[in-house]
Structures are given as C-alpha cells and as structure tokens.
C-alpha cells in the first residue's frame, strides 16, 4: 500500500506504478534514510510526539533494518515500495506495529530526500577525494620513475619543443589538484541540512534544526523550506565537478593512447588493462584508456540531463527532481572506476626512452633555440624567427636537422652566427634552458617533484 493511500479510491494503474516508483534506483540512499530517520527519531522526541521508551523501540528496529538490508540490495528492491522512503516506513511498521506509523510525523519525503541525498554525496564525495589522491600518487610516482626521459612536447599534435616526460606527469597532477579542490569546495555547499524544513513552508513542530543538523554531521542546518525542498545544486555543482575531472581523464588517456600507437610507439601498456582483437592476433588495444574517454560522454550527458531538468521548475518540491538520481549515481560510479583505471594503467606504464629521444629530436624541435642565440648575440626575436624559418626550409629540403647543417651554410642566413651555435641545439641545452619557474628543465622539474612528494 502507498504511504498516500487514504485519499484515493483506486489504485494505481500498473504502469502509473511502473513509471512513478523510484525504489530501482533509490534503494543506493537505505543508509542514509535510516541514518536520517534515526535523528529525526531524536528530533520528535525531544518535541513530545514520542516517549523515550518508543524512541529506542523505534531506533532499535531502525538499527536493525539497516544491518538486515545494508547488503541485500535485492531485498529491498523486491518489496515493491514506491521508494526508498516507503521502504524504510513500510519496513518499521511490519517491525513494531503501529509504532511505526509515528515517526513521519512533522516531515515530508521532501525534506527526507533531499537529506538522503546530501548525506549520500557528502559519503561518495569523501571516497571521490580518495581515489582523486591515489590518481595524484600515481602520476608523481611515474613522473618520479620517469623524470628524465626526453619526449616531444607537442602544440596542434606538431612537435614544438622537448619536455621532460616527468614534466608530463606533473602537469596531470596539477589538474587533479584542482579537482581535488573543487570537489573539496562544493561538498562544503553541500553541508547544510535540509531535514525539518518538511514538504516546502518547514515543520509544524518546534525542532531544534541547529541541533538536528549537528547530529547528522551536517555543518548548519539550511535556512529557507522553500528552497531547501526546491535546491539540487549540490547534484549539479558535483556533476559539473565530476565532468570537468572527466576531460582531465580524457586528455591524458588520449594523449596515452597516442603515445601508445605504432606510429609514436613511446610507451607500453601493460597487459593487465589491454585487450586483444578477435581476428587480428598481433593487436594489443588500449581499452581501458578508450573507455575513460568514452564515459566521459555519459558524464557530460548526465549534467546537461539535471540542469535541464532543473531549469523550468517552480518552487517548490516538483516530481520532475525525482530525476536527480539516477544520472548523479551513473556519475560517481563512472568518475570512480575511471579513476581507478586511470591509476592502474599509470602504474604499470613503461617509457621507452629511446623512441621518445628520438621523437623529441625531429620535427626540428631546436628551432626556438636557434632564434634565441640570435636574440643573445643581438637580433631582434621577430627578426630571428624570420631567419631561422628560412634556414628551417632549406632543413627539411635537404632532409636534415638543424645541427646537422654545416657552420657556412648556418652563416648564410645570418654572419652572426658562429661555431658555438651547436651547442644551443642540443637537446640537453634545449632542456636546461627552460629553468624559469615552471618550465622543463631538469631543475625545475626536480624541484616542482619534490613539492608534490611533501604535501
Ligand atoms: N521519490 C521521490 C524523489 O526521489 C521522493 C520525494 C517524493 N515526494 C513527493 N511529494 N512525492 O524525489
């Protein structure tokens, strides 16, 4: 029977039924809907709807509910409930008898969601935070294995100038740095607590909501019913957050399925996270990088689905938000097993630093340095750049490299140039120069390292 049964004559058409339960996809906040009836158990008691013996009674049977269904996900979903609320109602009465029947008193399954699901983003949030840090150990162990290997650097997918591989590494770690703060940002939005605001004007019933919030762990307790009931920012703010993490993941698993192809041939992948082809027994395939890109569709798509669904909405509580769930679930699980995958294919991930020297000095890379001895020995830049452009046309139709070109052909293009040009063209001289902070030198590298190792 539905909690709302008293007004209604007939029942539910079995479709109706169908469309309007949430139960299949809510069954993921039974935690935090027992967690949050337990204080709200408190919370009626300390107003006079119950005795304290009836609280215990109706905790105990809570408690017990929990430990019954926490792992039996199937359990619950059998009972047929219209949603996790139900559930949990339902559940209690069969317990206790019409003791059960109290403990809705002065709330509304408006304010009890949206508790539920602050609670339940609140708990995944943490657990995002984690599998963020390992991502971040990962990538500075690699960069630490790693530091000194000479790859491309690349703009428009052209090689422009050399970087240390470790250099790579870091620059991923400052972007799961920021998501780390992002994430740590909004799970501070969503510490408010939304329970006793009831289904949108806020309780009849004199709580002490300060008091009801702190014992849910929650920071302070909202401040307006209509909002309260109305407010799926924190899905929003968190899905954004999932997705902007998301395309940091999808970079890096592009650039490494890029480093990864014959062609670039810079680093091998462990066949732990590859798979093979059916018919095409020589393939080794990136999957797992693939399928990172991949869910990141299904993570943007998830955002727009709950702004959408958001946008048109009057105040306050509307069924429409029912909708939340399903795509913020879909979210954290994907965000999660992509950052679980990411840091076991960057653990097992080797360089090989042959082919990434080699790479790094062709595509006349040192071409930047050659500009620079200009400046050095007086050339205005704009003038140098136009120089070596020249003599980097009559490179690639000679077929040869820069440094390979002889000392009288260099001082065709310009008489400043002397002997000690080739030092400058060297890659080790390309490397040391970029010592600002920031750049790619070994130094900076280094120490940009030892930073992210101390905190
Ligand atoms: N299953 C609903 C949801 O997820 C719970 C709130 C229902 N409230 C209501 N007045 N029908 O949004």
Redesign the pocket.
């Known amino acids: 029977m539905a909690l709302w049964g008293g007004r209604f004559s007939q029942e539910s058409s079995a479709l109706f039924k169908l469309f309007n339960d ?1 139960l299949p996809v ?1 069954f993921r906040l039974i935690e935090q809907d027992i967690v949050g009836s337990i204080a709200w158990a408190d919370a009626i008691t300390q107003v006079g709807i119950l005795t304290t013996d009836e609280c215990t009674e109706l905790q105990a049977a809570l408690n017990e509910l929990l430990t019954e269904t926490i792992d039996n996900p199937e359990l619950i979903i059998a009972s047929g409930a219209e ?1 996790i ?1 139900s559930f949990v109602e339902q559940s209690l009465i069969a317990k206790v008898g019409d003791l059960g029947k109290k403990l809705h008193t002065g709330r509304s ?2 304010d009890q ?1 949206a508790t539920d699901l602050k609670l339940w983003c609140k708990k995944e949030g943490q657990q995002l935070l984690e599998l963020l840090g390992k991502l971040r150990t990962s990538l500075i162990e690699l960069a630490e294995r790693e530091i000194d290997a000479v790859m491309p650097g690349y703009t428009h997918l052209q090689r422009a100038q050399p970087v240390l591989f470790g250099h790579w590494c870091l620059a991923y770690v400052e972007m799961f740095e920021r998501d780390i703060s992002r994430l740590q940002d909004a799970l501070k939005r969503t510490d408010t607590c939304p329970l006793g605001t009831g289904a949108l004007a806020g309780t009849a019933y004199p709580m002490d909501r300060v008091q009801l919030a702190q014992s849910l762990g929650f920071a302070a307790p909202t401040l307006n019913s209509l909002d309260t009931v109305s407010d799926r920012d924190h899905v929003i703010e968190i899905c954004s957050d999932a997705s902007i993490s998301m395309m940091h993941l999808s970079r890096m698993a592009e650039d490494l399925i890029f480093f990864n192809s014959g062609e670039a041939g810079f680093i091998d992948l462990d066949d732990e996270v590859t798979s093979g082809s059916s018919l095409m027994p020589q393939k080794k395939n990136p999957d797992a990088l693939e399928l990172i890109r991949g869910k990141t569709g299904r993570v943007y798509g998830s955002l727009v689905g709950i702004l959408t669904t958001m946008k048109a909405l009057p105040l306050a ?1 509307n ?1 429409d ?2 909708e939340d ?1 399903e795509g913020l679930f879909d979210v954290m699980d994907s965000w999660a097993i992509c950052l679980e995958m990411a840091a076991l294919v960057l653990n097992g991930l080797q360089v090989n630093r042959e082919r990434t020297l080699i790479a790094a000095q062709q595509g006349y890379a040192n071409s930047t340095e050659l500009a620079d001895y200009l400046v050095a020995k007086g050339m205005p830049f704009r003038q140098a750049h136009h120089v070596v452009g020249e003599a980097v046309v009559s490179a690639i139709a000679q077929q040869t490299p820069l440094e390979d070109l002889p000392i009288e052909v260099l001082k065709g293009f310009s008489d400043i140039i002397e002997a000690d040009v080739y030092d400058c063209l060297t890659i080790e001289s390309c490397l040391a120069k970029r010592e600002a902070l920031g750049g790619t030198s070994l130094v900076q590298v280094k120490s940009a390292l030892a930073a992210k190792q101390s905190n």
């Open positions: 949430s809510d949603d609320h399954r408006n969601v509580y069924k938000m029912q769930k």
